[in-house]
């Protein structure tokens, strides 16, 4: 299993990594001609089922043997064998292994059986050594790229690796599903005498184990299927299924290494921190210098927590241990650099000094990776803190606080994302589980789920209609919560020039062509804990549609809360695999107030629309006052998902908004 360190969150894209493959692979190779072992061989004889003409490549076999040595160390040998099937199939050809101080790769093979017969077979001596850069500054984790040649639609490809490493924890794990069928998987553990084991299955039914040898175990499958891609669908790391489990030795070596629980896994997380908080002459000095224009407890905790977020850049260097323990407080304080292990260290220990109590909370930044019925692993890839609030703290407008009948009060609350303020929580942590950590080991904790109205998107405009279908007017948004998050993130850094351009690719997805965007404002772009008021103006001449004495206006002028993710027209018919993740609860609200042209009447208005289920709701009415048209609609996530049993509903929801979005007023050309 593959425990890489936390921070991890920011990934390099695809089209990044492969650019980054075309400049390390090395360009004709000349592969010896050898014999490719005989499992390979036999996998190539086997007959191969029809797939789908969107499935470019099989896995004829993914097999894993892990043995573990009395003294902890763990050795894996890795096979793998699939055939291209189409010739986007063709990227699969490359082999990328890990390797650190901690885990050693001992040797690389691969091999090619084309099918004019002419066996190929690489070798870690023609493999590119290199590193992954991504938001870590610094770590040790290499890599080791081989080319397999000949990786063409209809040839067998295979690889085998092996790997020792010494684990900080006891745990191995088999990934056994990805985003390809599997047609055989295997997996095989050896411990030594008297050692005992935990078997934990993730998103796949329990499968009894079959003895392979003395003190071995051996789990197989048949037939796993691919993981397809759906819109909107949770992580992949939430639906894929594995296997996880969890190593006891005898006696009391190794102790130190194995958990049976969270508790334990918190007691060695705490340990990693022993003496990482302790606080210097510099930083008492800096908390007060913070805190003493503060005359509330909160007012501090809002201070320290913002100069921690804003003025503590994200730097991770990390190796070996140092992925998962921090850097001490003071220096990171010094530094004005960490990650987030050591960002939510520093607040920790800039807390304590006015006495406020915190615990490290380690998370995954993506939602449903780990649960309940998730063993205690180290399966994350962030850090964020719980701030135990004192009794006078009040609640008002900290939204993230979750009552704990052992720890209290607990404000979650994440100094890396620099977005997100105080009181508020991430999207993608909301109603997530983290495992809080303490002296005592803590627990695995489910963070708050937000009201919807904590994240808010008000959208006011005046607009007026000319007699020839001309729309003009100005437009308010005014955002606070999630939605506020987003515009600042697409606009901090850039030139006004650029701000407009990111408005008016929005407009135009609403507006005819020809609109013109007169003008545009922001205020509060750089103040998180203020609400984001957006205010622009326009010109769009086409908007509505002249037919006879007929004028056909859209009421409902800019927004779309919609989604055709459920109606599959690439394969019509076929039902969806996944749940659909909705985000973070949210309550948008439109007013648009439209004048009419003279001379023209209202013949019909469209019927008011109201939609309520439990996961979401909507609402909207067109009124007529004079010769003034009122637009209101209201949208509501309260969920942040809606289970595959319950998908018709939300297909139902989408529709009848899209009609609700789709329809026109019609306006009558008055009789002369």
Not at 446 to 463: D, E, F, N
Not at 549 to 572: A, Y
Not at 597 to 624: C, L, M, Q
Request: hydrophobic fraction near 35%; aromatic fraction near 10%; proline fraction near 7%.
């Amino acid at each position: 299993m593959e425990n890489r360190p936390f921070c991890k969150w920011r990934r390099w894209g695809s089209a990044s990594f492969a650019a980054l493959l075309l400049g390390l692979l090395v360009a004709g190779v000349s592969p010896a001609e050898a014999g490719a072992p005989d499992w390979l061989k036999a996998l190539a004889r086997e007959p191969v089922p029809t797939y789908d003409e969107d499935v470019d490549m099989v896995i004829l076999l993914d097999e894993q043997v892990t043995t573990v040595k009395e003294n902890g160390e763990i050795t894996t040998r890795y096979r793998r064998a699939f055939k291209i099937l189409r010739p986007s199939g063709r990227e699969h050809g490359t082999v990328s292994v890990y390797f650190d101080n901690d885990t050693r790769l001992t040797y690389l093979k691969a091999w090619s059986l084309p099918r004019d017969g002419k066996e190929y077979e690489v070798k870690e001596k023609d493999a590119v050594e290199t590193s992954f850069f991504g938001s870590t500054f610094y770590e040790d984790t290499r890599h080791k790229m081989l080319d397999i040649p000949a990786a063409e639609p209809g040839n067998i490809l295979g690889y085998e690796y092996e790997q020792r490493r010494r684990p900080y924890i006891l745990q191995d794990g088999w990934f056994f599903q990805d985003t390809h069928p599997l047609r055989r998987g295997r997996y095989v553990l050896e411990l030594p005498a008297g050692w005992e084991f935990d078997a934990a299955w993730i998103n796949h039914a329990q499968q009894e184990p079959q003895e392979a040898g003395k003190n071995a175990w051996a789990w197989q499958l048949q037939d796993v299927p691919e993981i397809e891609p759906e819109p909107a669908m949770p992580p992949w790391q939430a639906v894929a299924g594995r296997l996880i489990l969890n190593l006891y030795p005898t006696g009391q070596r190794h102790r130190d290494k194995a958990h049976r629980s969270w508790q334990d896994l918190g007691k060695w997380s705490y340990g990693l921190s022993a003496g990482r908080r302790t606080s210097t002459p510099e930083i008492r000095q800096k908390v007060q210098q913070l805190t003493q224009g503060a005359d509330t407890t909160l007012g501090k905790i809002r201070t320290l927590a913002a100069y921690v977020q804003r003025e503590i850049r994200y730097v991770a260097i990390e190796i070996g241990i140092g992925g998962w323990q921090p850097h001490a407080a003071a220096d990171i304080f010094s530094n004005r650099y960490g990650d987030c292990k050591d960002k939510a260290n520093l607040l920790g220990t800039m807390l304590a000094e006015i006495g406020v109590e915190s615990f490290n909370v380690n998370i995954h930044t993506r939602r449903g990776v780990v649960g309940p019925d998730h063993p205690p692993a180290l399966a994350f890839n962030h850090r964020i803190l719980a701030i135990r609030l004192p009794a006078e703290v009040p609640l008002e407008g900290l939204y993230a606080v979750r009552e704990h009948e052992r720890f209290g009060r607990l404000l979650f609350f994440d100094p890396t994302d620099d977005m997100t303020p105080l009181g508020q929580l991430p999207s993608s942590l909301q109603n997530n589980f983290g495992h809080v950590v303490t002296e005592d080991g803590g627990e695995l904790v489910q963070l708050p789920l937000l009201s919807p109205s904590t994240s808010r998107l008000l959208r006011t405009a005046k607009l007026k209609l000319a007699e020839t279908g001309s729309l003009s007017g100005e437009v308010q948004e005014v955002r606070w919560g999630v939605p506020a998050v987003e515009r600042p993130a697409d606009w901090l850094g850039r030139p006004e020039a650029e701000r407009k351009k990111v408005l008016e690719q929005f407009l135009g997805v609403f507006l005819a062509s020809g609109f013109t965007l007169q003008s545009a404002a922001v205020e509060n772009l750089e103040k998180l804990d203020d609400n984001l008021v957006v205010r622009y103006s326009f010109r769009a001449p086409n908007y509505a549609k002249l037919t006879g004495n007929l004028l056909l206006v859209r009421p409902r002028v800019l927004g779309g809360k919609g989604s055709s993710i459920l109606e599959r027209k690439d394969k019509p018919g076929q039902t969806r695999r996944h749940p659909v993740e909705l985000g973070s609860p949210e309550l948008h609200s439109d007013v648009y107030e439209i004048e009419l042209p003279g001379g023209f009447t209202v013949d019909e208005v469209p019927p008011p629309v109201e939609v309520e289920y439990d996961f979401a709701s909507y609402k909207s009415k067109v009124e007529v006052e004079g010769n003034h048209l009122r637009y209101q609609r209201e949208y509501v996530v309260k969920d942040v998902r809606v289970p595959t049993e319950r998908l018709n509903e939300l297909k139902e929801f989408y529709r009848r908004i899209a009609a609700d979005e789709r329809a026109s007023v019609v306006l009558k050309r008055a009789a002369p």
